[in-house]
């Protein structure tokens, strides 16, 4: 049911079964980017292969090795899931940081990322005009300028409330880069988006994480049920959550309309406060 569906689109991308109702809460509590396969899921992907061939990293030859398989699994995630640009992107980001790794090279996070826009645009130039690649790399950058800024507003010594406050930090980078192009293409904003964030997120990765594990053992009887009925719990959770705040009033605001100058004069206004 709605559980499969939301399943289908959070792991793999696909959003066929998803119906409208839930695609426009998702929407609405600023929880869209979840369905969206993009760098959280390649993240995932990235760290499970990690913890995978860790025993790979004592030699030179063994971790040549070892960044090859990454790189290639990591593609042919990103080729299951459609070859989507945010997943693209976050892809082609990953395997430049284990080349440089490789060639044991330092890292600029600002040039990789110029590195894959400018050999994603040189390969396919229309993802440019691509609404999804626009809000990945506007979000990214977003993250990277303003989440340690952010973070370092408030510093608590309760590591739980500590990872919280991570988390929201991370929620609100994310929505002053990509705040003006959710005005300009969907006309609303999510007001509770800090909210979902919190639960969405965690519950998203572990998600892809007992999804990972269920493909691995899919062909063990009574094993794979198991993780399978807890697979289904967790969407159910997620979805109900999900749900709860999309009942709290006021939680999207709804017609904002601007134009692209709008547009642009924000985007020079966010880069200021960045300098500022």
């Known amino acids: 049911g709605q559980e499969f569906a939301v399943l289908s689109a959070l792991t793999l991308g696909y959003k066929a079964e998803i119906d409208t109702e839930t695609r426009r809460r998702y929407s609405q509590t600023g929880a869209m980017h979840i369905l969206a396969v993009s760098g959280l899921h390649v993240g995932v992907i990235f ?87 626009q809000l990945s790399y506007s979000a990214v950058v977003s993250i990277i300028m303003f ?31 990509t705040m003006p192009l959710g005005f300009y293409y969907f006309h609303q904003f999510p007001n509770y988006f800090f909210i979902t964030n919190i639960f969405a997120v965690p519950l998203a990765t572990l998600i892809l994480y007992v999804a990972v594990i269920l493909l691995g053992i899919s062909w063990v009887p009574y094993i794979s049920t198991f993780f399978a009925l807890g697979l289904k719990y967790i969407v159910k959770l997620l979805n109900t959550l999900i749900w709860l705040v999309d009942s709290i009033p006021f939680a999207t605001t709804k017609n904002i309309f601007l134009n692209f100058p709008q547009i642009v004069l924000m985007y020079i206004f966010i880069l200021s406060l960045f300098w500022w």
């Open 47 to 133: 760290m499970i292969l990690n913890y995978v061939f860790a025993f790979m990293n004592k030699k030179k030859h063994l971790f040549f090795l070892k960044s090859i398989i990454i790189i290639f699994f990591l593609w042919f995630f990103a080729l299951i899931a459609g070859l989507a640009p945010s997943v693209c992107r976050a892809a082609l980001m990953f395997s430049l940081i284990l080349i440089a790794s490789i060639i044991q090279r330092k890292t600029s996070t600002y040039n990789i990322i110029a590195t894959s826009i400018f050999m994603l645009l040189t390969i396919e130039p229309n993802f440019l005009y691509d609404v999804g690649f």
């Open 147 to 177: 989440q340690p800024k952010i973070y370092k507003i408030f510093e608590f010594k309760n590591k739980i409330i500590d990872k919280i406050w991570a988390l929201i930090s991370v929620s609100i980078a994310a929505q002053v880069g």
